[in-house]
């Protein structure tokens, strides 16, 4: 088919879209969707070459019946330097070349792999074509492009995923639902960064009104990126576009769309927590997931036998050892702000005269006990404080906005502050909890409103128990910063030696408490219950090592401002024609139709169970019978060792992608994969690049000059007739312009990571510690709002940070680095399954100017100096370690000149922008 | 060879010369093109009315009820409540607010302006307004990414890189698509701004660095290496390039690369030249307003006049921002607190040297087969900001942008909103719209103009998009 004549269907079908629409029936044979059944491995005629890579047979059947052959073997500088870089993104060192040109044995190549497999540097490689495919970066992007802390785990966890050959299906499963399916594997957990890995539109999701119709076009927004990222890296569907119709051009409903919705329904972008040994974080995971039944008010639980006796137990231990309290007996008490207080009789202090807006308590007191285990600060109401009390604001509240306990010991110079912990309170008002007196954070403060006129008390549990040396004073300091007058009106203090827990009870508990059990409702056992559960939870997350945090799809968080976990699942609604303002039916959890193998929609027990959704998804993904996922993946990884895909959408196997050049190959790959290889990645690539059409030279074969020779065709007279013009291949397309059948091996730009890393390798810097934090190749200063400023200029290119491989530098979404964007490395913000290969003038300009190249010239030409004695021999280690070859007689005579003239270094710059060094034969 | 999708062989044979999904272009024209030069100018598909195109980018939301869109009604109901429900972007709605700025027609064609514009105000009768302006968001990013990319999230190429992936340029030593970025600071979302998006990296903006003699990123030599080095340095890299070419005929990304050199010396030598002023005259440099007291007018004025010169010198898309960041203090036109401070001080950045260079243009003959394309992402409420507030939220229903030059009806004004200024209701526009009509401008149906990626037909005007007849001349 022409290409005129493609073009000129793509138009008709989009003039007849709505004809066309999403008749399933018909688009359900449609090859992608077919099932998987592996063809016959093609014999060839006689006189073919034998071949006993299967592979080759598909490949050269096909040549044959367009009356090519393939092209001889490269010759194995070629060969050598071409599966390195494929393989581990590095160029071989002399030391390996000259090992692999003398290796006599026959399976001298297979050797060269297996090195490069089992090295490091192979997971490092191919992690970074996965973090492509994920639209991966590490920071928000948006117009708030804030850093994520904790993104990086994920990459770290692709790198050891690739390194450590996990099987696909798992590899699918743990980043889908690996939290679920694999509660026991850490790792499992920090694989859903790659739900997380996409934009997140801060300001729509977490600064605006959470009423506003913005918010909840965001909310859509932002599942239909995790549910793109999903279905176009493991089923190269584009169910995206039926979002605001069912699918022009696949069979994809609105309704298949709004299903996957749901799925993704109950998570959000977050730091999650995780614990890198097994056995806490199976244990934290435990106790996060009953901290979140007690949340849901599941009754299963709160009213279980098995919840019973703990509150039964609990209320036993508390009735038989109640807190004992002794009140101190303060000996100094000072007002900053000029208020009089008074000592009273039963110990509090009562606060009279001048009543300022803030202010400060210092109370100082002997310490009644010879330990101390925690503080009670009671307030008291009085008749002399407006509304009884306990505050002296006009309706009787009062904030107080940070509590400290220090210890002045005998002898010494100041105080020492002592720790607090656990703050309880019998009453909080809302927002204004208890907690907010321990926060370190003077603006938010503890308050009692709408309870005035009673007595309130707070308990404060100190960090580790408190010794006191004889003569001791115990300091307490009761900041009041709010304003207006919300000062604490009578205020009592006592501690205890008690160990803890200490809490005291809020009103409401300590009235079910007081009930007898068999007076009180399920409404108040179920109350009851929850408290005595979650501070059992608390304690026990307590005793924990620190977890550690990953950015990923999480629904168990610390809020940050309005974005908060949604508990159960948010409901989807279908929305008409995708217009927020339109929602018509709720949607349950499901996926797409098409795949008739396999059900569409999830039957799951419990719908508020959004890891279930997640976990049938993942399932679904790698059914045995899901084709979809088998084809996709073996065209994605075709695609990065021979430069495009047997399809050449990767994520795009519908009627608008491209048709696979080898239907029969791709369905043989998929399922040897899958059945015989088990998801091995290692193993295909064995099976790829051991092939004999890998290890094609990439010259233009004969057959194909001679063949468009006869067929008239123009280009191969240009070739013949002047070979140095510079005519393009693609004046080879009536015959195969694309290379799609492979007479010949495809010659390729380095992509941006290569050359960066080569570059560091050459020059002897390469500096190959794994995994981490990013390094940051930019000076970082605040901006205006929350996108920093970020310079690369700045940036120390002989520092540190600068040194390792290119796969750990800190990805900045909207502020990428020019010099590897120059080089089409991508930003994040979009899926890129396959890079753009661009030559531009920008990418000249960096590689003849850019720092990076011109400080790595200078050490490459110091290392030059240290391993070479004459200007002559500098120059043959020069072309060895940049090219892998040696350096003609003229050449060494012309570079060592040039190195005279203008120096070794200007020479070694030279070498990094030369096509020689920029491509792979 | 029927299987065989050679849909965009050219894109990537030529390693990302584009033209190929432009389905009226020819395929030898595509390659001869794609090894002249990467921005080799390419056939139109109607009779161009535009050659080129500078797109003022005001940021921060212009109130239109403030500066061209007069309502007289907002004065009589002036302190009253607006009767209408305000999805407000941050604040509780407050009352209407009649425009502290005295309005005034001008020119053959009488053209409400108010006096924050004195300078624009007596360019009225070259200008095409659209009063019905709509927006899909009012938040500023998205907002902003919709005016300049069709889609309010980030990624998608802008329309300086779908006008120069489409058109090609008429320099080849300089950039299709010059950015000149506010002398403050950049806009929020810096460079994805202008971004290529999925398109080849050669259609990204670049964007010229403020007042700097190297406004490109890595575009000077070295100071430490000598002319004569680097002469020398590229007539060697030559040499070794043509050998290593040699032994693959025929490879185009081969010789694409080795063009690539050559022009990056052009650029080297052509882009000083460009931003070198000395050779304008006082009265030209006046007129603009470089030598303005506020050195952020005076930045802006810099900025306008070698878009000018930009211009002239054939590239085809230059863009210009006035406004930076969003947030405090404010640099932009976002004046959520103080209208008449926040406007005043804008409007004192823009007024003067927009409309020098309208002038300019004019005057040498420039705006008739040129574009100017004055937008803001979004209008401002007509009532205040909270109950007495003094200024005005973000309002997506209606707001106003103008155009002037080649293939416009001058003193028009197209469109209207309702009589507070609310809604858009007569010929409501869409940045869709102002896309297809601006690419119509430039001789490109924006239906055709397209670049597949990951499985879709990507768009400047994504499924949308009509001509706007009504202001074409």
Redesign the interface.
Known sequence: ?K?GA??MG??LL?ISAVSACADVSTNADHWAYRPLTAPPVPLLSAGARPSVNPVDSFIAAKLAE?GLSPAPEADRRTLLRRVSFDLIGLPPTPEELRAFLTDTSTNAYERVVDRLLASPRYGERWARHWMDAAHFAETH???Q?RIRTNAWPYRDYLIASFKDDKPYARFVREQVAGDVLFPTDPQATVALGFIAAG?W?E??LRD??ED???RQVARY?DRDDMLTTVM?TFAST?VQ?ARCHDHKFDPVSQRDYYALQAVFAGVDRANRVFDADPQVHVRRQDLMHERRRVKQNDRTLLLSAETSRAVTDWEERRAAHPVAWSTVDAQTFVSVGGATLTKQADGSLLASGTRPDRDTYTISAPSPLSTICGIRLEVLPDASLPHQGPGRNENGNFHLSEFQLLAFEPGAKAAREIPLANPSADFDQQDWGIARALDGDEKTAWGIHPREGEAHQAVFELKEPLTLTPGTMLVFVLKQLHGEGHLIGRPRLAVTDDRPPLRVLPTELAAIVALPVARRTDEQRALLAADVLNERIRQALAALPSPSLVYAAANDFEPDASLKPSGVPRIVNLLKRGEITKPMEVISPGTLSCVTALPARFELADSADEGARRAALAKWLTAKDNPLTWRSIVNRMWHHHFG?GLV??P??F?R??????H?ELLDWLAVWFRDDAKGSFKGFHRLLVTSATYRQA???SKSVISESVKQGLP?SK??ITD???????????EL???N??LAHMS?V?LDAECVHDAVLQISGRLDLRIGGPSDRQFDLQP?????PRVDY?KFEVDGDAGRRRSVYRFLF????D??M??L?CP?G???T?AR???????????L????FV?RNAEHFAARLEREAQTPEARTRRAFELAFGREASAE?VA??TG?AR???LA?CC??LF????F??V? | MNSLNRRDFLFRSACGFGGVALGWLCKEEARAAALASPYAPKPAMFPARAKRVIHICALGGVSHVDTFDYKPELERRHGQDSGRKFDTFFSQPGRLLKSPFAFRQYGASGRWVSDLLPHLAGCVDDLTFIHSMHSKSSNHTPATFLMNSGFTFNGFPSAGAWVSYGLGSENQNLPAYVVLPDPRQLPAGGSINWTNGFLPAVHQGVAFRSGERDPIPDLATPSDISPARREASVRLLEKLNAADAATHPGDSALAARIRAYELAAQMQLRVPELVELSRETAATKSAYGLDHPNAATAGFARNCLLARRLSERGVRFVQIFNGGQFGSPRINWDGHEDIVENHRKQALTMDQPVAALLRDLKQRGLLDETVVLWTTEFGRTPITQGIDGKGRDHHQHGFTIWAAGAGLKPGLAFGATDEIGYDAVENPVEFYDVHATLLRLLGVEHTKLVFRHNGVDRRLTDVHGEVIQGILA
């Open positions: 088919m290409w493609r073009m793509t138009l989009v367009h992007g948006h117009d492009d934009p539109d300001s729509s605006i009104r506003t119709l913005d927004l176009q584009t576009c495009w050449d959408t994520n795009d519908g608008m992608g491209g048709t696979p050049s239907p990439s010259v233009i280009h240009a070739l070979a140095l013009v510079t005519v393009s291949l693609a004046r080879t397309p195969d312009s694309e799609r059948l010659r730009r901006g205006i709002h929350v996108t200029t979404r909207t502020l990428p020019p010099f964007e120059a089409d930003a913000d979009q899926l399954p753009n290969n661009s030559v531009t003038v920008q990418q000249a300009l960096a003849w100017n850019n720092a011109a050449e012309e570079f040039h003239q203008y120096g200007n710059r030279l922008n030369a096509n020689e920029v491509f034969n």
